[in-house]
């Protein structure tokens, strides 16, 4: 079955430190994102893609960079870790539609980023 | 940018239908409503969507209002998996087609 994975799960760094959480979707999706959660809140767009070599920044993008090279991955780099961006990272991904806002978003797992 | 409002918690009884409310008054012709939930510790899955009509799956029935300011998410026989936060979004037209954009949503207690 397709899914999207993330690893890793649970991740502790310091501060400083460039910290590298993968998303990997096997539906041939287009569309992905990257969101963060942290306690008692929604989640909010760190970054997105409509496809390959395409990038676009979210509501919440300092200190974070992606790049995407092939239509399975997005990687999320966090250039210099600080303790602000301990948080929850979900991945997600989407197919392309006519852009009407009909498309569904399937959500990975999840990854728990904690910089000491 | 259109927005939603949904009260911050509910709380039902197992097997009792629930209904869960959300205001949108600023939506756009184009605007889709959808419905995302949260259970805990894991990633959001979509529930439903519409535009106008009302709309069933196998989780849940959405119903929109005529003027389409507000919409229902409905549970008909709720179970304790089904404790989540449920996120009303709106898609497409104003808020940009492909971008979710949460808000605090409603927290659903079930009781056994």
């Known amino acids: 079955d397709a899914e999207i994975t993330q690893s890793p799960r649970h991740k502790i760094t310091e501060t400083g430190r460039q910290v590298t959480l993968a998303c990997h979707q096997t539906w041939n999706h287009n569309n992905m994102f990257w969101y963060r959660q942290d306690l008692g809140h929604g989640l909010r767009l760190i970054h997105y893609s409509y496809g390959v070599q395409d990038t676009n920044k979210g509501e919440v993008s300092d200190g974070y960079s992606v790049s995407r090279s092939n239509t399975e991955d997005l990687p999320l780099t966090l250039e210099s870790a600080a303790s602000s961006q301990t948080s929850v990272y979900f991945c997600?991904?989407?197919?392309?539609?006519?852009?009407?806002?009909?498309?569904?978003?399937?959500f990975g797992p999840g990854t728990r980023l904690t910089v000491l | 940018d259109a927005k939603t409002t949904q009260p911050n918690s509910m709380e039902s009884n197992e097997e009792e239908p629930v209904h869960l409310p959300c205001n949108h008054s600023t939506i756009s012709g184009t605007d889709y409503i959808h419905w995302y939930r949260q259970l805990p510790s894991q990633g959001p899955e979509y529930v439903i969507h519409g535009l106008t009509s009302n709309v069933n799956n196998r989780m849940a029935s959405l119903a929109i209002a005529e003027d389409r300011k507000s919409s229902t998410l409905i549970l008909h026989r709720a179970t304790l998996r089904d404790a989540a936060v449920y996120y009303c979004?709106?898609?497409?037209?104003?808020?940009?087609?492909?971008?979710?954009?949460f808000g605090q949503g409603t927290r659903l207690t079930i009781n056994p």
């Open positions: 997600a991904s989407s197919e392309s539609t006519s852009g009407r806002g009909a498309d569904t978003q399937y």
């Open positions: 979004i709106l898609r497409g037209g104003s808020q940009g087609a492909q971008k979710l954009v």
